[in-house]
């Protein structure tokens, strides 16, 4: 190494205490907004540049620095998101937050020939903006982003082409290009995936806002925007009344399962069934609420009670009001209970008797 | 009305016996302090002893399972008699908790 670079490699250990300085705040001002606008990253990787690694770089091009400040990745730090998409948003706000030196940052995404597929990572030399302390604020750093699959590319191809004494020959090379060529339709199709599912989302939310719920199919997201309408208050109210009872939260996602089970397809469905069963249902609760003087109910009592309606109205019986008893019992069970019901377990005999109280019932009657 | 609490197996186990009702309620709620006070471990409601539950009682057991769900533990309910497991169905409080 010559003199020149020896020099360098001086400042850098003289400097390095900033560098760690600079590192941790970066990283937390990086890490506070990410968070902030909720943007999922997999990683933040960040390292201070090892001496060794830099006495190398010297070794091989230390005349191309003129002063310590021109070699930008003595703090490198790697921002690795999950989608495409999510690279440009974490590069606006890195532009937000710091100074970009743009004369010296690359997008590696455009660089590619039209037909050729690589190394794809945009690279950002960055400053702290005023208001730090001034010896920081002259330390550049970079800053690179990337998605994991991209990330995940470049790690193999890195350590497999570059860091090799042998000569890869050229239909090796091909394949990783191959590859990298794959992983960007991939990541694209991530993102694309993405979008889909949030205008999907948000077009169930116009659906169940509007009241067309004939056109929404039943599953967990529909069936979370169809709650937020609060279908079951004015049947909670109508039980609660009988006792003035207070109302408390009670989590109805465990209830979505049985629906699916009644074949029914979309919320439509669901409402039809609130529709022409509330009646019913209140009935069924009068009938066993109205006997004692309880005067805390959840949220899931309507529920509950129309489910057991519908089911016996189906000619469900007792073992089908087993299933929805098991089903709900011990708060979010992720599906409807497969196993035929034990009618000699603990809610065979409740399922029994809630049976008995229900044929007496008009509904049963006719 | 008797209520007494057990550590066991690493979960506070509360023991229920006789009728938790309105008049049992006060005194009730004095026993289950260690159940708020712990720190985040599974709790047991034991309820074999249990002949009775009124609304009072179930305020009580929604007090143990908030608290516990703030400090991320569970809260389960065991042995319980039908006409207690019939009670638990009519007011739906059936899927706030986890049986054993």
């Known amino acids: ?366 | 009305m008797n209520t007494t609490i057990k550590e066991q197996n690493g979960e506070l186990v509360a023991f229920f016996e006789g009728r938790l009702d309105t008049a049992a309620a006060p005194q009730a709620e004095k026993d289950i302090q260690p159940l708020l006070a712990s720190n985040g471990k599974n709790i047991v409601l034991d309820c074999n002893a249990l002949e009775y539950i009124s609304s009072s009682g179930l305020r009580l057991f929604l007090t143990v399972l908030k608290s516990a769900k703030a400090k991320g533990g569970h809260v389960f309910i065991t042995g319980m008699n039908n006409d207690i497991r019939n009670v638990f169905s009519m007011t739906g409080f059936t899927n706030l908790f986890e049986f054993r």
């Open chain 1, 1 to 366: 190494m010559d003199a020149h670079s020896e020099s360098l490699l001086e400042q850098f250990r003289q400097r390095k205490p900033l560098l760690v300085e600079l590192e941790a705040i970066v990283l937390q001002r990086l890490q506070e907004a990410l968070n902030q606008q909720h943007i999922q990253v997999t990683a933040i990787d960040h390292r201070v540049k090892e001496e060794r690694s830099l006495a190398g770089k010297l070794e091989r091009k230390g005349s191309k620095y003129k002063s310590i400040d021109d070699i930008t990745d003595l703090l490198g730090i790697r921002v690795i998101t999950f989608y495409t998409d999510d690279v440009d948003k974490v590069a606006a706000l890195v532009a937000q937050m710091f100074d970009i030196d743009w004369s010296n940052s690359v997008d590696k995404r455009k660089l590619h020939e039209l037909d050729s597929f690589g190394y794809n990572s945009l690279h950002y030399i960055c400053r702290l903006p005023e208001g730090a302390p001034a010896e920081l604020c002259r330390i550049p750093f970079e800053i690179q982003m990337r998605t994991a699959l991209q990330h995940v590319w470049s790690t193999l191809n890195h350590d497999t082409g570059y860091k090799s004494d042998v000569q890869i020959p050229r239909e090796y090379v091909r394949q990783f290009g191959r590859l990298a060529g794959m992983l960007e339709l991939v990541d694209n199709e991530f993102s694309r995936l993405r979008t889909s599912l949030a205008d999907y989302r948000r077009r169930m939310q116009s659906l169940v806002a509007s009241g067309q719920l004939e056109e929404v199919p039943l599953n967990a997201d529909t069936w979370d925007n169809y709650l937020l309408t609060h279908p079951f208050d004015r049947l909670n109210n109508r039980i609660a009344a009988v006792n003035q009872a207070e109302v408390f939260p009670a989590p109805l996602q465990p209830f979505l399962p049985i629906l699916i089970s009644f074949g029914m397809q979309t919320l439509g469905d669901v409402q039809q069934m609130v529709d022409s069963q509330s009646d019913n249902a209140y009935l069924l609760a009068l009938s066993r609420v109205g006997l004692t003087d309880i005067d805390i109910i959840t949220e899931s009592v309507g529920l509950m009670n129309l489910c057991i309606v519908h089911a016996l109205q189906n000619g469900g019986g007792t073992p089908a009001v087993c299933r929805i008893l098991d089903t709900v019992s011990g708060g979010a069970q992720p599906e409807l209970q497969r196993t035929a019901c034990d009618r000699s377990g603990a809610n065979g005999a409740l399922a029994e008797s809630i049976v008995r109280h229900a044929s007496s019932l008009p509904f049963m009657q006719r």
